[in-house]
């Protein structure tokens, strides 16, 4: 698993991938730039003090908590990419590292989307309880690792192996090996917990789980 770990990591910033990790980087800095615009905008137009001081506190305080804020909507936004690109990535990998192999299926639009928006969901949820839980000292970083270790190795594998099987063998197939994609899904929860590098998220975690796949398959 560190093995395709390191190499999901390196393929990420080849050519091969440039073209979709500069699209993917970019649309999730201009959703989290809105989202950010978005909730200043609504704080100060809520909040508003008479004393210049106070109002100039309030406003360095809100950018504080904004930026803060927008390190636990990384998850979810970038979940919500990874279902515009995952097909593209995938597809690439499968066409790279395993020319051997039958090339899988996209999934429908619809039925793509609604897994995306449903996953979307679940990790705002998640993340804004974590964000809540800031103030208790470690508890916000076990939720954090945990529920993204096991959300995100959920879902990136999930998309990955629809490709090939329907939803029940993906199932079952998630069940016989939970913990190898929990482990995966906390490698991913890691990338995603640094600034700035987690940006990449979407297309590492779907050449990282396209390869796992591909190995848990193979194992039966």
């Keep these: 698993m560190l093995r395709d770990a390191l190499t999901a ?10 073209r979709v ?18 909730a200043h905008y609504a704080l100060t137009y809520f909040v508003t003090l ?35 690109f995952l097909d593209d990535v995938a597809a690439q990998v499968e066409r790279t590292d395993f020319p051997e192999e039958r090339e899988g299926q996209a999934l429908p639009i619809g039925r793509s989307l609604v897994l ?14 974590a964000l809540l839980l ?3 000292p470690g508890v916000n970083l076990v939720v954090f690792y945990v529920a993204n270790g096991y959300l995100l ?13 329907s939803e029940d063998e993906v199932a079952l197939l998630r069940r016989h090996h939970g913990i190898a994609i929990f482990l995966a899904g ?8 640094v600034p700035i590098l987690n940006l990449v998220t979407p297309v590492f975690a779907t050449i990282f789980m396209v390869r796992l796949h591909k190995r848990l398959s193979r194992a039966g």
Aim: proline content about 3%; hydrophobic content about 60%.
């Design 153 to 165: 190795g959920r879902e990136y594998f999930q998309l990955a192996a629809m490709r090939y099987r």
């Design 50 to 84: 008479d004393l210049r001081w106070a109002q100039i506190t309030v406003d360095i305080l809100a950018a504080f908590g904004i930026f803060i804020g927008a390190i636990f909507l990384v998850p979810p936004v970038t979940s919500l990419i990874a279902g515009l």
């Design 134 to 136: 800031l103030l208790v």
């Design 116 to 129: 995306t928006l449903k996953f979307f969901g679940v990790m705002l949820a998640v993340n804004l309880v």
């Design 9 to 18: 990591f390196a393929q990420t910033f080849s050519p091969e991938y440039r």
């Design 21 to 38: 990790l500069l699209r993917s980087v970019g649309l999730a800095i201009g959703l989290l730039i809105a989202l950010g615009v978005g």
């Design 186 to 193: 906390l490698v991913i929860a890691a990338v995603v917990s």
